[in-house]
């Protein structure tokens, strides 16, 4: 049992201080008013809802081809760089948004928003780690990693329910208040420190001098790759998390849609909305009273339970609707967390974020596939 005197100290170290920024980069980082309601921005300004899909799918194609490269940047150049690009990308991303008359600057802007979402992919969660395990203390890992899902969840939920404001503010309005949020979050990121694999005390990707850049780049992707041929478990849990995260996130889309037409008023869609949020930040918070579970029983809970709210979310009953996709958001995250602590632990620190960045390229994946699967079974 740690003593007050203890905690304090481990609160103010230097891991205490990165964990710190990583939260505040999280939490304004998820709170981008204008980010949440793009959609509703774009169609208020005149843009046709065809030209909106074709701006979401521009976002998915750019996520899903950078999402493994941005993951090798952040193994071969530091941690801190990418986490400083990502944040390079949303100011970027939000600019061009900002003056943006017509798709020529939408279309680009997508793709700089998606890079910035891949550029923090896997790289926030490997710093987090690595810095932990510097001072001894990744046992924490886990209390980290619920913590900042909590915010994150919260946060996105908060800028959800803000849509409102952001259409009564304007788009212009709206994207000045992301670009002032994005512009800390720039600030945090430069204080950001790089903790070295040989601080963290194990084997990264080999940068010695002689190395060219490329050399580097396609050392740390083809071990990356023998990894995971020679760990199934690794792929294994990337794949049932993927499945499970994956169902219960188009179970919320496809709920912003169902409920309405159920009969839920328009200004009571954003509560509900934040409402399911919140079972998110429950879950993200309520793994950490389940430490003596083991994973598979975290996997089977969380995987009947989502089974289970698809299926009553088929109801024409609004409570049982709402209730399921609050409790799928639970699980979504009570797994969620589990699966990054044990991937975390699993891979080598050399290839650590661009393992993560595959565990979010096969979300993607499989996003894909159950896309369609649940339109039908909505429809």
């Known amino acids: ?29 998820a709170f981008q008013i204008a980010g949440a309601s793009w959609v509703a921005l774009l169609a208020a300004r005149g843009f046709s809802l065809v030209e909106i899909g074709f701006a979401e799918s521009v976002f998915h194609v750019a996520s899903l081809l950078f999402e493994v490269p941005s993951g ?57 780690y690595e810095t932990l395990k510097a001072e001894g203390r990744e046992a924490e890992y886990d209390g980290y990693a619920s913590t900042d899902m909590m915010l994150y969840t919260f946060f996105s939920s ?3 329910l803000c849509a409102g404001a952001a259409l009564a503010l304007g788009y212009r ?23 070295g694999y040989a601080a963290a005390g194990e084997e990264g990707v080999k940068n010695g001098p002689e190395e060219t850049v490329w050399k580097k780049i396609f050392q ?7 990894f995971l041929l020679h760990s199934r478990k690794a792929m294994e849990l990337i794949l ?21 037409e159920k009969g839920l008023p328009d200004a009571l869609l954003g509560p509900a909305l934040f409402f399911m949020g919140l079972g998110g930040a429950a879950g993200a918070r309520l793994i950490l009273r389940c430490k003596s579970w083991s994973y598979g029983r975290v996997f089977a809970v969380s995987a009947i339970t989502v089974a289970g709210c698809v299926s009553a979310a088929l109801l024409p009953v609004l409570a049982v609707m709402i209730a399921g996709g609050f409790l799928a958001a ?23 974020a661009t393992l993560i960045s595959v565990s979010s390229l096969c979300f993607s994946g499989v996003m894909i596939v159950l896309s369609p699967l649940f339109g039908m079974v909505f429809s």
């Open 1 to 29: 049992m740690l003593t007050i005197t203890q905690k304090i100290k481990r609160k103010w170290s230097e891991a205490g201080k990165q964990l710190r920024l990583l939260y505040l980069n999280t939490s304004l980082g």
């Open 220 to 226: 740390c992707f083809r071990e990356s790759v023998r």
């Open 330 to 352: 639970l699980c979504d995250n009570f797994l969620e967390v589990r699966s990054d602590v044990r991937l975390n632990e699993m891979v080598p620190a050399g290839q650590r």
């Open 158 to 160: 908060l800028a959800t």
């Open 173 to 195: 309005r709206a994207y000045l208040a992301d670009i002032g949020l994005g512009t800390v979050c720039l600030m945090s990121a430069l204080r950001l420190r790089d903790v």
């Open 240 to 260: 049932l998390n993927a499945a499970v995260g994956a169902a219960a996130t188009l179970l919320r889309f496809f709920l912003q849609a169902r409920l309405t």
């Open 72 to 128: 090798v940047i952040s193994d071969v150049f530091g941690r801190k760089k990418s986490m400083v690009l990502s944040q390079c990308m949303m100011l970027v991303s939000s600019l061009l948004m900002l003056v943006s008359d017509s798709m020529a600057g939408v279309l680009p802007a997508m793709v700089f928003s998606a890079f910035g979402y891949n550029f923090a992919s896997g790289t926030r969660e490997s710093l987090a």
